[in-house]
């Protein structure tokens, strides 16, 4: 039984060799989109719109789909997760083929995907975008905590939790609140601190600010890892008198003591142990399992090895990486996507014509910092940390229309326009806010 199923696996024999023919189906494709969240849909869009029907498919096992930027203001009260949320009927193309089911394997060699359920998807040309996952068994203790309504432990990074913290920063009566930032690459570097500094704006209003430590421990030796904005938002830290330990991981998680230990990444050796009475974690993050282990096209990390500005597969060339899991050193948020998939769309089509793919990313990111409950540092940046702003002020200020941007039009924008293909990032907007930018 296990032979055949490797061979079904490895050579992407057909259902009648497979051990659960019955269920089994073929399909054969264009273009097979492997992940539909933020990259996925927005590219499936775009070439659902330029192929015949059902030319397209999209291998995406969730029925739902999350707008993942707005879970920090959900773990602040001021969102609603069931406001972040569609179905993923709705917003998948109709013209595209959806096959709900998760990839198992990618034969790259073959060019075919072997889905969980043991479906076999031949293609000509594939999108990788499939994102990162919560690494929760990294940390002893973790998930039974985010599972314990009365732990006190919760975290903005995943749709069943997020809710929660809002539940612990409303109920807080005073005490340790530690935030934490892991020893892996995760999905918008900000958050971790955003909800701290929500949090502490929280605890001022409710009046227990005085009676509260805030604690933030972070894996990296800065703040940010673009200048600019991390001599402004060491200068937040001050005023909102946070204490802020760099390298410092959460190892473990001790819920019956509400005790947390963390190790140095200098000197793993080096243990400390802090009390807490709320602790918001940010899980380690890794790539699925059916990526991280197919040695063929990822890193030594897991991640899918893209050329970092054409996004084109380093060794196979009608293969493509959008979005978290890709090795591409730019900071992942749903900005980044929304450039990418530009790029992404105008190399491809130069793949299906027989041409040398010629955009290229530039490695843009933003991540707009909330700082308060009406303020927030607009951080826009491309490859090695250079800032790239498109407001005509300067971002690196705290301000309330970044906070109601990040709010209330970035959302819109998503749901409406990106997620169709029609948003390549903000360009457009500063052709017309800030038009005579360079
Ligand atoms: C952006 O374009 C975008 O996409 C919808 C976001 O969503 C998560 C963002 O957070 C940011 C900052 C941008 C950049 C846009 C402008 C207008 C600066």
Redesign the pocket.
Known sequence: MNFIRKLTVRSCVYRNFSVSAANNANYSCKLLVVGGGSGGCTIAAKFARRLKKDSVIVLEPSSEHYYQ?LFTLVGAGVKRVAQTRRSAQSVLPQNAKWVQDAAASVNARDNCVTTAQGHVIKYEYIVIAVGVENDYAKVPGLLESLQDERSGVSSIYAAEYCENTWRDIKNFKGGEAIFTYPDTLIKCPGAPQKIAYLAESYFTKANVRSKTSVTYNTCLPVIFGVKKYAEALLKVVERKKINVNYKTVLKEIHPDRREAVFFNTADKTKEMTMRYDLLHVTPPMKTPEFLSSNKDIVDAAGYLCVDKYTLQHTKFPNMYGIGDCTNTPNSK???AI?KQCYVLEQNLLSSMQSAEPSQKYDGYG???LLTSYNTCI?A?FVYDGVPHE??PYDQARESAIAYY??RD???F??WHF?LKGY?H??EF??NIVNPFAK
Do not use: H, S
Request: net charge positive.
């Open positions: 930027p948020t749903a900005a929304a933003a991540c707009p607009l826009e498109t407001m941007m990040k039009l970035f959302p924008l998503y990106m948003y990032g903000p907007v500063r």
